[in-house]
């Protein structure tokens, strides 16, 4: 197992998103979807979708999931670790979406997306409309996925990519901020075969809108035919001294941004880097990310926390400094340490090769992702991940072996599995996950 963890650590990984024609129906052609064309699909390049066609057009997708999970470590009697299998799950719906789209004019279109969530509601994921000046002018309002990394804006169209987990970047149990946005300037700029792309953008704050916070986030990324190398980055407010709060309230689960629900404040940031490179049939993805944070712990919360959502060892001495020591029906108030400043940081690199045959495509994949967050904690109804908060130091490295196999382009079966691993109750562990995926694709006109 260790020759095992250590081929998965020195690797390359690698995403690959060309797809196989085997659709007629489609407007992509199979001389397209072969070798590198295709970095940074989107689900609308895959269905074959002009977007400068005037028709209102109606597409969208829906995925059905199923995982394992065994040998979880847990603490048992006596502070030993045990094991224990997490039962089959099987979740028939795990996403659907929506999308309604079309051009009001050349320089003016507009697109709704209504997406499953995890109640079985509906939402609106997205509804913006996109104000064309010039190619390297726009502007786009409503509601809308940020511009950040190589990820961020296609992670709902699970078609179109390889692999069926998130970069740990935008797990929903620990995202490192809001996938979206509100305002946003816009363009590009020409040389020849390459396109400089820019984004500058602005929202409330992450937890509602609050005197003298003013989000702010940027990507600038080069892409050429075989290449997309860029920066992205965000500050939860342009005024450092002002804190912003949680997208959700304590005790009510895991936050959808980057402000732990414990925090009364907190003002971050997050910076990084991320390349796609195209080899022939190969693709190359990396990505590198920190969020350093200034925060402000609640007390209350804090207390909360330490006596009923199963805190480790270092957590508690994290929280409570030098009253660690102390019995729970001691603690005040006082013995919680509540300024804190620390970073969450996280790479990823990923790995695929497209093969392409007579029945379809074919296209084995290899990912590592690494994380590190020393503030959360395990427990989710609290605020936990289960992931960095699982781990004695908030450290854990995930790698993943996987197949993507598409009948046609617009369907998609994946399959595959990953190891946990991490410090635990202070012992290195390990435990295997595997994972289906089955994702269908749909488009329709509207005159």
Not at 13 to 34: E, H, K, N, V
Not at 360 to 385: L, S
Not at 426 to 440: A, T, V
């Amino acid at each position: 197992m260790k020759k095992f963890l250590l081929l998965f650590s020195t690797s390359i990984c690698i995403t690959l998103s060309s797809f196989a024609q085997t659709d007629t129906d489609s407007a992509i052609s199979s001389d397209t979807l072969t070798g590198n064309s295709l970095l940074d699909m989107s689900i609308e390049e895959l269905l074959g979708i002009d977007v400068v066609d005037k028709r209102f057009k109606l597409y969208g997708y829906i995925d059905t999931y199923a995982e394992k999970t065994f040998g979880v470590p847990t603490i048992v009697d006596d502070n030993k670790t045990g094991y224990t299998d997490v039962p089959f799950e099987w979740n028939p719906v795990r996403n659907f979406h929506l999308y309604g789209s079309g051009n009001l004019s050349n320089n003016i279109d507009v697109l709704i997306n209504i997406a499953r969530t995890t109640s079985d509601g509906l939402e609106i994921r997205n509804a913006w409309g996109n104000f064309r000046i010039k190619k390297y002018l726009q502007v786009k309002v409503g509601k809308m996925y940020r511009r950040f990394g190589l990820y961020n804006e296609r992670l709902d169209q699970i078609p179109t990519f390889i692999g069926i987990e998130p970069p740990e970047l935008f797990d929903v149990d620990h995202l490192f901020l809001t996938r979206t946005t509100n305002f946003m300037v816009h363009g590009a700029f020409n040389f020849g075969n390459k396109e400089l792309q820019y984004a500058i953008s602005s929202e409330n704050g992450e937890g509602g809108a609050a005197k003298n916070v003013i989000p702010v986030g940027w990507d600038l990324r080069l892409k050429t035919p075989t290449t997309i190398i860029g920066t992205s980055g965000f500050t939860s407010s342009i005024n450092a001294a002002n804190r912003t709060t949680s997208t959700v309230d304590f005790g009510k689960g895991s936050p959808r941004g980057g402000v732990l629900p414990w925090m009364q404040g907190d003002h971050y940031g997050v910076y990084g880097a991320f390349i796609e490179k195209g080899i022939g049939n190969l693709i190359i993805q990396a990505e590198y990310w920190a969020s350093p944070h200034k925060a402000i712990r609640n007390a209350d919360n804090v207390l909360t926390m330490v006596k009923e959502a199963g805190i480790n060892k270092n957590q508690r001495e994290r929280f409570l400094g030098a009253a660690a020591s102390k019995s729970d029906a001691d603690l005040t108030k006082e013995d919680v340490v509540t300024k804190v400043s620390y970073v969450s940081s996280t790479w990823y690199v990923r790995v695929g090769y497209n093969i392409n045959t007579k029945i379809g495509q074919f296209v084995p994949y290899i990912f590592a992702d690494w994380m590190t967050n020393p503030e959360v904690i395990n427990n989710k109804t609290y605020g936990g991940d289960e992931e960095s908060g699982f781990a004695d130091n908030g450290i854990f490295f995930k790698p993943s072996l996987g197949l993507v196999y598409r009948p046609i382009p617009s369907v998609a079966i994946k399959v595959d599995g990953s190891i946990h691993s991490q410090k635990f109750n202070g012992r290195n562990e390990i435990y295997p996950e595997l994972r289906m995926d089955f994702s269908f694709a749909f488009k329709q006109w509207i005159q």
